[in-house]
Structures are given as structure tokens and as C-alpha cells.
């Protein structure tokens, strides 16, 4: 039995990494008026962090927050703003996103949502995952008088890079941006299914979720990368060996959040 304490070493030997198709900012059809506590989306989000069975929003604290499954905001006058989960709960059941407290047409002209569906778990495919980016660079300028002063620069895109081994349909239509899929006769019996894709497509926006457990003491770390795109995929097969691929997403600093969950700690 697991016990309360320090993990030492996340071993990958017990990680998963799921990809799921991911909806940015679907607006919610209700309008809010202080009286309607539901609000819909289109597919029901599904709990990406494995914290919990149902999906769970946000945390909120009042003043700083982090990503779990789904991101609910208001948007006012064309501007988004988190929703505040400390003040109002938010409970997500199927497509149905409910508030404890009705939202005021005061605080929100409609309600966004930002959610994950779908999962494609691609764990025994993963030889090697490399997680880079995020940078925030500053620059010092000197000016008269010989001070220097200090220019915080904006934070950089967050990257995610798995070397893959590469089979069936392999990564490359992460970045062509989709993949057609067409059941055809069979030479011999049956049916044969064809897959392909070709470049220059638009691409669907993916939710990248690395969850890797310690064994002795149930902790969890969780690396999501919501609203990633495909933006590099490079093959490798040598003669001696086995086809591999090499594929690069991309996401805003603002979408990438790690958890870390410390079981019996709280």
C-alpha cells in the first residue's frame, strides 16, 4: 500500500501520454441573466487529468488560478476574464457546465469554455518526450548615466517534442492538419481501410496529457499542454533499424500548466 510522503524520482517506466482533440473558446448558446445556472457545450469534456471521474474546471483562489480539464471564462464587452471558482463553484456533468451562482449580465455578456474530448492514449508509441520553451528572457539596456535598466520581455511559447516509433498512420497529420480515412474492397477478403493526408490543411487544435505516477507513494505529476498544434514532423528510417519520427507541438505559455498531486498530504 502506497504511503504519504517524498517522491524521489519519477520513473517514465509508469507514465502515460494521451492526446485528445481540443475546443478552444466555444461559446455557450445560453445568455446569462442571473437566473440560468446551466450552461451547454457542444461534446462533453472529459477529465483529461484523470483527478477525478467527471471533468473538473479551474481552480480558482481568488486571485491566481490553474488548468485542470476545462477553462471557463466570461467574456464582457469582448474582453475574457477566468472565472473566479473560489467565489463560484462550478460543477461539470456530460455537455452541461453548471454554476452555483447564476451569472449577472453585469459580469458576463455570454459564457466561453475551453475544453478536451476524445482520447487517442499513444503511450507504447512514445520512445522519448521532450518538454522545452517557456522562456522569459529579459534584456538590460544601459542609459545615461551607466545604469542599466531591465526590460522583462514576454514569456515564450511552450513545446512539447516526442520521438515516436512510427507505425500505421504515424504523427505527420498533426501538422498536415488532417487525415482522411476511406474503406476500400480488399485484394484478398474482407475490407481494407486507406488513410491519408496531405499538407497545407487546417489543423486541429490537440490537448497533450503526460501523467506519470510514483508507485510508493501514489503522487502524481500531470504536464498538460491544452490548444497544442503540430508544427514539425521528421522521419527516420534507418536500414538497420526501425522507422521513427520526430514531431513538434506548439501552444502559449498561458495553456500549458503542470500539476503535481500529493496524495495523503493535504
Not at 36 to 49: C, K
Not at 96 to 119: C, L, M, N, Q, R
Not at 123 to 140: A, C, F, H, K, Q
Amino acid at each position: 500500500m502506497a504511503q504519504a510522503g517524498e517522491t524521489k524520482a519519477f520513473l517514465m517506466e509508469n507514465s502515460v501520454t494521451e492526446i485528445y482533440t481540443h475546443v478552444e473558446n466555444e461559446i455557450c448558446p445560453e445568455t446569462p441573466d442571473s437566473i440560468e445556472t446551466d450552461f451547454e457545450v457542444t461534446t462533453a469534456p472529459s477529465a483529461i487529468t484523470g483527478l477525478t471521474v467527471l471533468a473538473q474546471a479551474q481552480y480558482h483562489d481568488g486571485a491566481n488560478y490553474f488548468r485542470k480539464d476545462v477553462l471557463v471564462l466570461y467574456r464582457k464587452d469582448g474582453k475574457d476574464t477566468v472565472v473566479d471558482t473560489n467565489a463560484n463553484a462550478i460543477t461539470i456533468s456530460g455537455t452541461t457546465i453548471t454554476f452555483a451562482t447564476g451569472p449577472t449580465a453585469v459580469e458576463a455578456d455570454s459564457v466561453i469554455v475551453s475544453y478536451s474530448h476524445t482520447k487517442s492514449d499513444r503511450s507504447d508509441e512514445i520512445v522519448n518526450m521532450t518538454l522545452g520553451g517557456g522562456g522569459r528572457p529579459v534584456e538590460y539596456v544601459t542609459v545615461q548615466g551607466g545604469d542599466k535598466v531591465r526590460i522583462e520581455k514576454t514569456q515564450e511559447a511552450k513545446t512539447v517534442a516526442l520521438e515516436v516509433l512510427s507505425v500505421d498512420g504515424g504523427f505527420v497529420h498533426y501538422v498536415n492538419g488532417v487525415e482522411v480515412s476511406q474503406t476500400v474492397a480488399g485484394a484478398v477478403s474482407g475490407s481494407d481501410v486507406l488513410k491519408g493526408t496531405v499538407g497545407s490543411q487546417t489543423r486541429t487544435r490537440r490537448t497533450i496529457v503526460c501523467k506519470v505516477d510514483d508507485p510508493e507513494t501514489d503522487n502524481d505529476r500531470i504536464e498538460c499542454f491544452h490548444n497544442v498544434v503540430g508544427v514539425t514532423d521528421e522521419g527516420s528510417a534507418p536500414s538497420d533499424g526501425y522507422w521513427s519520427e520526430n514531431v513538434g507541438f506548439e501552444c502559449p505559455p498561458q495553456d500549458y500548466c503542470r500539476i503535481t498531486r500529493l496524495v495523503g498530504q493535504g
